[in-house]
């Protein structure tokens, strides 16, 4: 089992940056990659970004590319999301999950492929 416990987020005006934060406990060692989504009210839970903890991948949605940024801190077992240069359509509800197995890079960016989620933390961005 993997527990995962976010923080961070808030209200922000466009242009600003926010960093969430996502802590992991549990058999975090058998997970294969940590992602982060969204969902935006009345839509889908979209992919936002991921990495893959055995070699340090990064993938980033399109959307995001650019301005979000993938961390982590090893000592605290805490991946982090940094948002820079946020914009109105960044506003949602953020969640980080882990996935156990490795089942192609693909999956990375499909919510269901998922095993472990975080409660989830609303992020705004002011227009």
């Known amino acids: 089992q993997v527990q995962l416990v976010q923080s961070g987020g808030g209200l922000v005006q466009a242009g600003g940056s926010l960093r969430l934060s996502c802590l992991a406990s549990g058999r975090t060692f058998s997970s294969d990659a940590m992602g982060w989504f969204r969902q935006a009210p009345g839509k889908e839970r979209e992919f936002v970004a991921a990495?893959?903890?055995?070699?340090?991948?990064?993938y980033y949605a399109d959307s995001v590319k650019g301005r979000f940024t993938m961390s982590r801190d090893n000592a605290k077992n805490t991946e982090y999301l940094q948002m820079n240069s946020l914009k109105p359509e960044d506003s949602a509800v953020y969640y980080c999950a882990a996935k156990r197995r490795f089942t192609g890079t693909f999956f990375y960016r499909i919510a269901s492929s998922y095993d472990y989620w975080g409660q989830g933390t609303q992020v705004t961005a002011s227009s």
């Open positions: 990495v893959r903890w055995s070699d340090g991948s990064t």
